[in-house]
């Protein structure tokens, strides 16, 4: 018998008896309203498994990092079951930061100072009782890029902090400026087309630990960071590879999407009025250069960027920055075994953006799209407090890559 049948039989029995233990049959009447409770949970139960739980599309050009990926990560080519109760991809995306737990991370913070006087939040995770790697100067190291307003504290950060500890390895969070509590000493901030202190970051973190492998792991506007980073220094890197976790593929498509009435009225007011927050606090340092007034009215991410992030990083318009903003532009020239996780459900990047046929033309890029999960969702399980999908793709790439890495960089 196929696996769906297995399954649909399986579903429904379970279902029969916990009905049967739980419901009294009286409050029905003779059963009948019992019959059509089972009924409705078998008719959903069958949707939801022929139609809702699927395995998701792996798009990989090089044959080689396909059979990596099907050995050492097979989360990747196994079906994905999403949250029954909530798998559409708005609800996950509006539910995961509630309903997801927060593991506790003891940082070891550390200011570093940039060409232009700035100076950069780095939050380490040292796990300095590793039993897998006790010597700290070899130590694996993930470097950590939260999504556009996002900080160290974000529960996708915590969690994949607490699934590299179980691993052995080191972390340290890329927090953008004047975002996690430090003072801003320049009137800059950050965005996602400019790579500077990102690289300034990676050579820090490089420079520490020399002989200790190093990878990434960037998530919505900090994948968008690293794609473009990577497009931009091709093999000329000392990061060995890089995971991408909800990326904004094509930022016009993106902004276009959010600007619908119900993703403007669930995400894009609350987004935009967070990047105002976030800048509020260096109003003094930053109405040197811009008109903080006419900032704070936007009611956009679209006008935000318009009248701050295009103006502070030398644009001559929103479409300028647009356009060097999305990585699909630069995907052909990554030169590292990069892994990118998708929803096609995704209203901050759209399934028909997602850079299919660009991503084949590249060896080192692998792309996993799954048809549910929203943004930075990939909720799973009957009560998905702890691990997600997401977090899975995670634990077994950077696991992948630190011990059996050897056999795709050859690629």
């Not at 509630?98 to 100076?119: C, M």
């Not at 790697?133 to 529960?155: N, Q």
């Not at 607490?162 to 509590?181: D, K, M, P």
Request: charged letters at 20%; proline letters at 5%.
């Amino acid at each position: 018998r196929p696996p769906c049948a297995m399954d649909w039989q399986v579903l429904t029995r379970e279902l029969s008896l916990y009905l049967e233990s739980q419901v009294r049959v009286g409050f029905f009447g003779s059963g009948v309203g019992l019959s059509l409770v089972l009924g409705f949970g078998v008719a959903y139960a069958c949707y939801y498994l022929n139609s809702i739980a699927k395995k998701p599309q792996l798009v990989a050009s090089n044959d080689r990092f396909c059979r990596f990926l099907e050995e050492y990560c097979p989360v990747v080519t196994e079906t994905y079951y999403p949250t029954i109760w909530c798998w559409e991809g708005r609800v996950q995306t509006l539910l995961r930061p509630f309903i997801t737990s927060r593991p506790q991370v003891q940082y070891r913070n550390e200011l570093i100072k940039t060409a232009d006087g700035g100076q950069i939040s780095l939050d380490w995770f040292d796990n300095n009782d590793s039993s897998y790697y006790p010597d700290a100067s070899t130590r694996p190291t993930v470097l950590l890029l939260p999504g556009l307003t996002g900080t160290s504290k974000e529960s996708y950060i915590l969690h994949m902090i607490h699934q590299s500890e179980t691993l052995g390895y080191r972390c340290v969070v890329f927090n953008n400026r004047g975002i996690a509590g430090e003072e801003l000493l320049t009137p800059r901030t950050y965005c996602a087309a400019n790579t500077e202190d990102l690289e300034t970051v990676i050579h820090h973190v490089h420079s520490l630990h020399p002989s200790a492998p190093l990878m990434a792991a960037g998530v919505s506007m900090g994948g968008m960071l690293l794609l473009n980073y990577l497009g931009k220094t091709g093999r000329d890197t000392p990061l060995m590879a890089a995971a991408i976790f909800s990326a904004g593929w094509n930022v016009f498509e993106s902004i276009e999407s959010l600007e619908k009435p119900l993703n403007w009225l669930l995400f894009n007011y609350y987004l935009t009025t967070c990047l105002q927050s976030s800048i509020s606090r260096h109003r003094q340092m930053l109405e040197k250069l811009f008109d903080m007034d006419l900032v704070m009215k936007a009611r956009t991410i679209r006008e935000f960027d318009k009248q701050f992030t295009s103006v502070m990083f030398g644009y001559r318009s929103i479409d300028d920055y647009y356009e060097d903003a999305s990585p699909c532009r630069k995907l052909k020239s990554v030169g590292i075994p990069v892994l990118c996780l998708n929803s096609v459900d995704d209203v901050f990047s759209p399934g028909h953006a997602i850079p299919v046929e660009t991503a084949k033309q590249n060896a080192n890029v692998a792309l996993v799209l799954t048809s549910c999960g929203g943004h930075i969702g990939f909720l799973e399980g009957i009560w998905p407090r702890k691990c997600t999908y997401m977090d899975r793709v995670f634990k077994q790439f950077v696991q992948a890559v630190f011990e059996h890495g050897n056999k795709i960089f050859s690629m």
